[in-house]
């Protein structure tokens, strides 16, 4: 079965630590998986992508094929971090792609 | 400005009574697609649509229905809404293949159904 978990409903640390969101996925196929965030009273946007490989905001997230994972990360958040964060998978089949997304996990930074 | 809109952003109506949301993208994006947003299950895809004419069902498709007839607008249509449809919903719109599934979403749209 195809599935994205996010096994974090919130996570809370404060202005300077690490932060770690993590992000398991279930699909047969080479996945494509993203970062999505929504920021309060915003619309999702684009985070990441696995694909490109980039940093932005100073997060990263690596593709782990052997244990399923697209944890992403950062070494010191910062109070503007705060926000709901998904992780989703495109399920690419001969008909189309179905977009999955995880639950999603609320990050509080602390001052 | 490159956009997704949708229409109405806030809806409350009744059980029963057919209501349409509007989704139009400028970006002449083949891709596009409705979502609900609900605490706890994050966002959960409703329908999707490959190009005109091309659309396939999501993972919560039931009680409701979509259209594509032009490339830019993919409406979104519940026949007879129920309490279990109140929802956050969002559409969203992107480009096909090359990596380029990167999902541009438009406001939402808060609908409460009584």
């Known amino acids: 079965a195809q599935r994205v978990t996010q096994p974090e409903k919130l996570l809370s640390v404060f202005k300077g630590a690490p932060v770690e969101l993590k992000c398991n996925y279930s699909y047969s196929g080479s996945p494509e998986l993203f970062w999505y965030v929504q920021y309060s009273r915003q619309r999702l946007q684009l985070l990441l992508r696995h694909i490109s490989r980039e940093s932005i905001k100073g997060f990263t997230a690596d593709l782990n094929k052997g244990e399923t994972s697209f944890h992403l990360k950062k070494p010191f958040a910062q109070e503007e971090d705060s926000a709901m964060y998904y992780c989703?998978?495109?399920?690419?089949?001969?008909?189309?792609?179905?977009?999955?997304f995880g639950q999603g996990t609320e990050l509080s930074v602390k001052p | 400005e490159a956009q997704v809109t949708q229409n109405p952003r806030y809806l409350i109506t009744v059980t029963g009574k057919k209501l349409t949301v509007t989704c139009s993208q400028n970006?002449?994006?083949?891709?596009m697609s409705w979502y609900r947003q609900d605490p706890g299950l994050g966002l959960r895809q409703i329908y999707y649509s490959m190009n005109v004419e091309v659309t396939d069902k999501g993972d919560v498709p039931e009680g409701y229905k979509v259209s594509r007839k032009e490339k830019r607008n993919f409406p979104l249509i519940l026949e007879s809404p129920s309490p279990n449809q109140t929802s956050l919903y969002f559409c969203a719109s992107s480009l096909i293949g090359g990596g380029s599934y990167e999902q541009y979403f438009g406001p939402g749209t808060r609908l409460t159904v009584t």
């Open positions: 989703a998978l495109m399920a690419l089949n001969n008909q189309g792609g179905k977009l999955i």
């Open positions: 970006m002449n994006h083949e891709y």
